[in-house]
């Protein structure tokens, strides 16, 4: 009964709502008055021939010529009788079979269906909410967002503004209030006093006004903003953001971290609680074609090696694993130990092997090309627009290239032959993808590290040729969650993140071969901590100690299914 007052009221409240009742109103009273007089008319008509019906009869008549179910039971003799019949079956199947249902449905039913989606999507959070996570629009961010929140057990809530979506949406399993991010009344039905963090992810100028709403209600509240424009980091910040994520920024400054050029090897990517995490790049390198346990990579460095990417994914280290030209190891440890390891790393150089090509220079791209620079790499830029020779006048690359890169002769003008790395940078998944073929097909031996905008086209442009992926969704995730737990952010790409899980009880004092925890997963165990400690240099005889917790490299759904087997 709730429900349908409640539909009742808001379709009541609109004021199209009203008009579309009136305009229905106004066809079905001249539906009636045209019944009426056909009725009279066929009384009269009647009367002419000789014949004689009731008024009831008339209306009964006219009702199923014009419906066309054409009883048959009383009809007219004379030529002008059926005339009438004609003009009435004709008007009862435009204005009453053709206009009336169309009517109806475009007046009531469709409004009301849109009253019943606002009724089910509700716009208020339960008042007992708190250390909740706001998420101010569903974009290409959010549902990786969720995915990690819900990981975490963190409740969340997704603003949108349209009915139909918020229906969708709840039927999707996210949570939804039906409200107007811009709008103050929204904020405070969704105790946003109360929250853990508002993630404002929509464009620059309305995020600015979502901050200074928000302000309005909770001073205190902490606020996370994405931004477009590196210039804009101010803005938001003065507007009262506490945290501002200049993802694309950020995202070129990543894809420039995924590289195998220049002097240092051994990249570090980010930090894990007290470790960094670090990437070598086997290739070229004195570890090419040995095993794992050949490279004594730990005994002389303390890195420990905690996974492998091996065309695109990432597999779980053997010690009798064959560390292959395109093999990329990761590893762990102090800042110290990869220096050392870095001082060990013997290479071979090809003449141009310090330079990168960067196909794209947006923001993105430019981003990018800062970062290489900095490593004091050559950086070739292909783009097609011509504008872009003002917009990097403040870092210029060594080559920059106009032209349109599906085009042979521009990617061999551009540097493809010179190099042994490109780095892919449109906007636009579908490019990259195409472009990470035809590079591929021009210069075999080339390394490709691509962007995507879509976790789903992440495994077709690995089939296209791509040896590293990095996503913008989930770079944005992982930031946003590394402010919830206040950790810096790592991104390893291709889905993989680092998480941290209490040890289930069914796991208390087994070894981790007997746990079998990569076998049936895939999760990769990286450390322990146990009574403040932290054990990273585990061995298949180690044993997991009670209440303790596993430091474990793996995807969401790798989670998900480990707590699914051992947590029963």
């Not at 105790?191 to 620059?204: C, G, I, Q, Y």
């Not at 990617?411 to 073929?437: F, H, M, P, R, W």
């Amino acid at each position: 009964m709730k429900f349908l007052v409640s539909q009742v009221t808001y379709f009541l409240s609109r004021r199209e709502s009203v008009r579309n009742i009136r305009g229905l109103g106004k066809y079905i009273l001249f539906l009636l008055a045209m019944i009426l007089a056909f009725t009279v008319i066929f009384h009269f008509l009647m009367l002419y021939e000789g014949k004689e019906h009731s008024w009831i009869s008339g209306l009964y008549w006219t009702l199923t010529v014009m419906t066309t179910l054409g009883f048959g039971d009383i009809t007219f003799q004379s030529d002008i009788g059926r005339i009438f019949s004609v003009i009435v079956m004709m008007s009862g199947v435009i204005f009453l079979l053709i206009m009336l249902p169309f009517t109806f449905i475009q007046f009531f039913y469709a409004p009301w269906l849109e009253a019943q989606l606002h009724a089910s999507s509700p716009r208020e959070v339960p008042p007992e909410t708190k250390d909740h996570v706001i998420i101010c629009s569903y974009d290409a961010i959010a549902p990786n967002l969720i995915k990690r929140l819900k990981q975490e057990n963190i409740p969340y809530f997704v603003i949108e503004s349209d009915a139909n979506t918020a229906a969708h949406l709840r039927e999707e399993g996210v949570s939804v209030i039906l409200g107007n991010y811009e709008a103050v009344s929204t904020f405070r039905r969704m105790n946003v006093e109360k929250a853990r963090l508002v993630f404002a992810n929509t464009e620059d100028t309305t995020n600015t006004n979502i901050i200074l709403t928000i302000r309005e209600v909770s001073p205190d509240v902490p606020i996370a903003a994405i931004c477009e424009s590196f210039d804009s980091v101010d803005i938001l910040e003065l507007s009262g953001a506490n945290y501002v994520l200049p993802l694309k920024n950020l995202l070129g400054q990543k894809l420039a971290n995924r590289i195998n050029v220049g002097k240092n090897r051994a990249n570090i990517i980010g930090k894990f609680n007290k470790w960094q995490v670090a990437e070598l790049s086997v290739q070229d390198t004195q570890f090419e074609g040995l095993r794992l346990f050949e490279t004594n990579i730990r005994e002389n460095s303390g890195v420990n090696i905690v996974g492998v990417w091996q065309n695109g994914k990432l597999q779980p280290p053997t010690s009798d694993m064959i560390l292959s030209e395109s093999c990329v190891a990761v590893g762990v440890g102090t800042r110290r130990q990869i220096e050392k390891l870095n001082n060990l790393i013997k290479t071979k150089y090809e003449p141009n092997d310090d330079a990168v090509l960067i196909i794209g220079g947006g923001k993105v791209g430019r981003a990018a090309g800062r970062a290489l620079k900095e490593k004091n790499l050559k950086v070739f830029v292909i783009d097609m627009k011509e504008t872009l020779r003002e917009k990097i006048e403040s870092i210029p690359p060594d080559r920059l290239t106009i032209g349109n890169a599906a085009d042979r002769r521009t990617l061999e003008k551009g540097g493809l032959n010179e190099v042994s790395l490109v780095i892919l940078s449109t906007n636009q998944d579908a490019v990259n993808i195409y472009l990470s073929i035809y590079c591929r097909k021009l210069n075999p031996e080339l390394r490709i590290v691509s962007r995507i905008t879509y976790a789903r086209n992440r495994e077709a442009i690995h089939r296209a040729g791509a040896d590293f992926v990095l996503s913008y969704a989930p770079l944005g995730a992982e930031s946003v969650i590394s402010i919830l737990l206040r950790r810096e952010p790592v991104i390893l790409g291709e889905g993989v993140e680092f998480f941290r899980v209490e040890l289930p009880e069914s796991l208390h004092g087994k070894t981790l071969s007997e746990a079998q925890i990569g076998n049936l997963t895939g999760l990769i165990v990286i450390g322990v901590e146990a009574d403040g400690k932290t054990e990273i240099n585990l061995n298949a005889n180690y044993h997991l100690p009670k209440n303790s917790r596993l430091d474990m490299l793996g995807t969401i759904e790798q989670v998900k299914k480990f707590e699914e087997i051992f947590e029963k």
